[in-house]
């Protein structure tokens, strides 16, 4: 099954680690240094240049991590993928 972020990038939800709000969850340090490194290391991918509201974490085959952040709201991408 796949799961769409927004402007059409779609990805398989067997990869899918986790969806998180990007408002609540960038409170603490430990979510913005995990979001600096990925950005460091070139591991995100900007769904959108809209206001962003979620990030999502994804594993690859070779368990390399991908970060998306998404102008769609962690209740909707819920919903999307509970259909």
């Known amino acids: 099954m796949f799961l769409h972020l927004g402007n059409d990038v779609l990805i398989n939800t067997k990869n899918l680690i986790g969806i998180f709000d990007i408002e609540k969850s960038s409170i603490s340090k430990f979510t913005k240094e995990f979001l600096g490194n990925a950005e460091k290391t070139k591991r995100i991918v900007n769904v959108s240049y809209e ?33």
């Not at 952040?69 to 909707?76: D, F, G, L, V, Y």
């Open 51 to 83: 206001l962003p509201k979620s990030f999502i974490v994804c594993l690859d085959e070779d368990l390399n991590e991908t970060v998306y952040i998404s102008q769609i709201s962690t209740a909707t991408l819920k919903k999307r993928f509970l259909k």
